[in-house]
């Protein structure tokens, strides 16, 4: 009898390369929000909040190279990722964190 479970496994069936994709897609963006509602219900300037936040954006951006670089991500449409879709991302994610960034922190001053 034949196994039906011959074809190859794909790169990313281990654990590490399932939880790398969840990460950047969900976790690490909640962890951002998360991040954003504290430095704006802060008083500080700077705060523990801020550096949790830039080092989630470090960590999204590293998720994402690994996973198109060693994990065979994917893209949206499940066609497989490449290097200019982690420009774009990359891109759209720093864009959008500064932008939210500057926001959250004017939002303490106009005493909302």
């Avoid at 996973?67 to 720093?94: Q, V």
């Amino acid at each position: 009898m034949q196994d039906e479970h011959t074809e190859e496994t794909p790169a990313n069936a281990s654990v590490l390369g399932c939880l790398i994709p969840t990460f950047w897609m969900l976790i690490g963006n909640g962890i951002l929000a998360l991040c954003a509602l504290a430095i704006a219900a802060g008083e500080a300037s700077f705060s523990v909040a801020d550096v949790f936040y830039w080092i989630t954006v470090g960590c999204l951006l590293a998720a994402r190279y690994a996973d198109i670089r060693y994990f065979a991500g994917k893209t949206s449409e499940g066609k497989p990722a490449t290097m200019a879709h982690f420009w774009r991302y990359g891109t759209i994610l720093c864009v959008v964190s500064v932008v939210v960034w500057i926001v959250v922190h004017l939002i303490p001053g106009l005493g909302l």
